[in-house]
């Protein structure tokens, strides 16, 4: 991919580390790359017209649950199910 444009930034070592072994890890061709990707989701997240985004950690075994709900045919996915979670939580929350 041809890029025409270079920003130049400096970072701590730790933080270099930590970027290395992201990459290493998620299998990133490069830091750069990694960064890249980075920007483009900093500025989907930002702009005025994007929609809300929810960044969700779960632990695994509740994870794995929903993934049972899944294959049981409450839902089509885990992210459907999530939705599905969270607007009756949110239907909730506006009835008090």
């Given at each position: 991919?041809?890029?025409?444009?270079?920003?130049?930034?400096r970072v701590s070592e730790d933080l270099i580390?930590?970027?290395?072994?992201?990459?290493e890890k998620n299998q990133y061709s490069s830091i750069s790359e990694a960064i890249r990707l980075a920007?483009?989701?900093?500025?989907t997240r930002n702009r005025t017209n994007a929609t809300s985004k929810v960044d969700l950690k779960l632990p695994r075994n509740?994870?794995?649950?929903l993934e049972e709900e899944?294959?049981?045919?409450d839902a089509?996915?885990?992210?459907?199910?999530?939705?599905?979670?969270?607007?009756e939580y949110a239907k909730g929350k506006t009835k008090n």
């Open positions: 991919m041809s890029v025409p444009y270079r920003i130049t930034i580390n930590q970027l290395q072994e992201i990459v920007i483009s989701e900093f500025i509740i994870y794995t649950e899944v294959n049981k045919g089509i996915s885990v992210s459907d199910l999530i939705r599905f979670i969270l607007r």
